[in-house]
Structure formats: C-alpha cells, structure tokens
C-alpha cells in the first residue's frame, strides 16, 4: 500500500439522471451525492425500507449473468459496471449513488452519460491522501472453464489492456488499450454494450433485456435471420423496419470505434475492478475478459491488498514524550483504575487517535482469566481501544470532563494474536464518517509486536453527564 501525493476527490454537489434498466425495463433515478473522505463507492436503495446500503466491494457480487450484480442482506443491485467505471475514469475517490430501483439505468449501453453527469456536478478535491496498492509483482486468475484469464504486473501508472475473441466472422479479434486514467472519457467512456443476434433471440425468449432498445446495444448479427425472428426483433424493438448493414450491425447504428466492442469490454474490466475498494498501480492484462474472471478476480486482489494492510504494522517512535501522558488522559476519560486501559495517546488529529498501553504481570484481570497461562480478554483489548476512540471524540468538545461516552455498536470484530504480559499494544483509530452530533464511527486496530492483534469497527456516542 502506499499513500499518494494526490489528494482523494468527491463530487460537488448532488447530481441525478433517469432511464431505464436493461432487464428488468424499470424507469431508474439514479443520484449521486458527495461523500467524505475514505468512504469510497456504495449504491443506496432508495425505495427499500430503511434505504440500505451496497458497499461496491467484490465480496457482494452474487451473479455476473449479463452484467456485475451485487447483494448485500438481500437488497440488490443490478449491472453496476458502467456507473463504477465512470467514477474511476474520472479518479472521483468517494460518491454515495442513491437508486430508486434495483437495475442501474442503462442509458446508451456506455458510461459516457455517467461521466457527463458526474462532470457538470463538479469535481471536489479533499484534504485526505489517495491511497493506492503498487504491484511488485504479478498477480494472476484464469477461468479454466472459458480459458479467460487477468493478470496484473507491475507498472508506474493504472493500465489496462483487453484482447477479444469473439470466434465469429462478424465479429473476430479485437484488441483495446487504456494507456493513462485521463483517456477513459474520450478513449472508452462512449463504447457501448453490444450482443450477438444468438444471445439476443435468448434473451428476449426468457422475458429479459426488457428496457433494451436499438440504442442502448449495438447487436452484431451473427447468424442467419429468417423473416419470423425479423418480425419478433421489429415487435421487441418498437420498429416497422429492421435491416442488417454490411458491417453486420443490425439497423443503422454506427460504431464510435472500429473495436467498440473490445473497448466496451476494456470499459467492464475498469468498473468490475472498483469493486476491489482500492486504487490500482500497475499494468491489467486481460485476455476474453467477462464479469465472472473480472470480478474473481477483483476478489483475489482485494483479499491480498486485505492481507498485506493487515500485515503492515504501522511504526510509532515511542521514545518521545507522549502527546497525552496518564494525567491528561484522565483529564478527559472518566475511566478509573482498573478499568483504564490506555497510558499515553501519541498522536490526535481531526479524523484519526493513536494510543498504547504496557501490559504487565500486574493487571487484575490475569488473577483470574487464565491465571495459568495469563491472556489479555479480547472484550479489553475492545474496550481499550474504545477508550482510545474516547479520546478523539472528546477532543471535539470545550469540557470534556462534563461528557461520558457510550458504545452504540461493535462490528466486524477479529482477534488475530494473543495479548500477554510485557506486550506494548498500540491502538490506532480512524474515522469512518465524520463526527456528527457526537457520534464517533471508526476503524480500530490494534498491534503488539509488529502483529495486529485485534481489529474492529467502533460506534460510539458522548453524552453529557447528568
């Protein structure tokens, strides 16, 4: 992982489109809003009680069936490949997208009325440093089953390649390059979604592909078409006439590139690869790319990006005087012995806390917890770095003395190593929201012996005392 010297970016203001999704046919309102730094990219469901959110992230991707659908505690969302692909296109780092239905708006089949959207609400940038995983070396996965296979290998900028076969007369090899970020919107943005007349006539058999129309995909006419398939193909499309063109596009469409179709794949890989939560340096190389191996391999990526972040023990030099020694602590926690577990706080900022505690032989729990073979309760080490959390809440008001703070939720909680005696844990958090009506919502972790030992997401709230 390695911090840039680029700033992460939002939009400016809140933007909306409507259109209609391509399989189901729902008209679609789709809206997106500014969102805070590390926040990265999530759909909300409007017209779902509660409006609930989907995190992109590739762990949610439930079915790759013409196109990248994701569910999240049952709430899905549906083809989210061109809207994902615009926002990286533009290197926009955190947006929230608010859909009042489950399919995306397909509008032309392309991300290109993404990006104008996108570009009309302004591009903001924000205080926090982009965060980016470098390839040292190359990573691969390969489908066996359709011998479609991505690989990424080391590269000084984000860089992708696709090379198609399509194995038809109509449609052959094709082959698309995205040499820097900046050419998404001119070089990729407008390449559209496209199918083979086979597909089509499956298609529209099965009742889907119901919001599709002769402007939202360019269909390449791979077969014979008798007179009976014209006239359901005319009725499908709303047209008292269809013909096939000499380039074997049906109707009258006109291609934007002569490899559209491998650029439109290009365009699928960039959005099918958001899904690993993280920015990409290096050079993607995919070969019959499809949702599927895009998103597996997203998956592996994100795994190992998870891998090395959790194996990347920050360091602190604990020699100097502490930020906050133990009488300024308990200045402001009204925690007391033996129920304070946190010695000095090294660094405080607006959006982050970082703290330690020495564990000794002395600490009451050991009489009792595993007295034998002394461990530090996991349920401590949550409250320890609460207390941590504590303080950065606190630090957002004049009298903190005059607050108390409660836990309102714990999540995502893992105990990775032991804690014994004569370990220096150091406890580091960070916001994941910004604090609002004293509500603290963070990531901690916790380390010992350049091993993170616990990890967890804190939410917690300062009341006033009564």
Do not use: W
């Not at 189901?24 to 009680?49: L, Q, S």
């Not at 109509?170 to 390449?191: M, P, W």
């Not at 000499?246 to 890989?269: F, Q, S």
């Amino acid at each position: 992982m390695n911090n840039t010297t680029a700033k992460q970016r939002t939009i400016a203001k809140e933007t909306s489109l409507t259109g209609v999704g391509l399989h189901t046919g729902e008209n679609v309102t789709i809206t997106f809003i500014p969102a805070p730094e590390n926040h990265g990219y999530a759909f909300k469901r409007v017209d779902v009680e509660g409006e609930p959110i989907i995190d992109a992230n590739a762990h949610n991707v439930v079915n790759t069936q013409r196109g990248t659908n994701l569910e999240k505690n049952g709430v899905k969302i549906q083809t989210s490949e061109h809207v994902l692909a615009a926002l990286v296109g533009l290197e926009i780092d955190n947006v929230l997208i608010a859909l009042d239905a489950p399919e995306l708006p397909i509008m032309d089949g392309s991300s290109k009325f993404f990006i104008d959207a996108l570009e009309n609400a302004g591009i903001k940038e924000q205080d926090a440093e982009r965060e980016e995983y470098i390839i040292n070396e190359v990573i691969t996965y390969k489908d066996d089953a359709t011998g479609s296979e991505i690989t990424v290998i080391p590269s000084d900028e984000y860089q992708v390649v696709t090379m198609v076969d399509f194995g038809t007369k109509v449609l052959g090899t094709q082959n698309a390059t995205l040499e820097r970020l900046s050419d998404f919107k001119k070089e990729i943005a407008d390449a559209r979604t496209f199918s083979f007349l086979h597909e089509l006539e499956m298609l529209l058999d099965n009742g889907l592909i119901k919001g599709g129309d002769l402007n939202n995909a360019i269909i390449y006419v791979d077969k014979e078409i008798s007179d009976a398939t014209m006239k359901n193909l005319e009725k499908a499309f709303n047209k008292k006439k269809l013909s096939v063109k000499t380039n074997g596009i049906l109707d009258n469409l006109t291609l934007h590139h002569p490899n559209e179709a491998a650029r439109h794949k290009l365009l699928d890989v960039v959005g099918d690869l958001a899904l690993t939560g993280t920015r990409i340096r290096g050079k993607v190389i995919a070969n019959k790319p499809g949702h599927f191996v895009n998103t597996e391999f997203a998956k592996k990526l994100a795994e190992i990006i998870k891998k090395e972040k959790r194996n990347k023990v920050p360091k602190f030099d604990l020699s100097k005087p502490p930020l906050m020694d133990i009488h300024q602590i308990m200045d402001m926690l009204p925690h007391r012995p033996p129920f304070l577990f946190l010695d000095r706080i090294i660094e405080l900022s607006d959006t982050h806390v970082v703290g330690m505690k020495n564990v000794t032989m002395n600490e009451p729990f050991f009489v009792g917890h595993f007295p034998g073979a002394p461990v530090m309760p996991g349920v401590l080490q949550i409250e320890a770095m609460a207390q941590t959390g504590g303080i950065l809440v606190l630090s957002t008001v004049p009298d903190p003395e005059n607050y108390l703070t409660i836990f309102m939720k714990i999540d995502k909680v893992k105990f990775r190593q032991n804690v014994l005696p004569g370990d220096t844990l150091i406890f580091s958090c960070n916001l994941i929201t910004p604090i609002r009506r004293g509500i603290c919502h963070m990531q901690a972790y916790a380390y010992a012996n350049d091993k993170l030992v616990c990890e967890a997401e804190l939410m917690a709230q300062i009341i006033k005392r009564k």
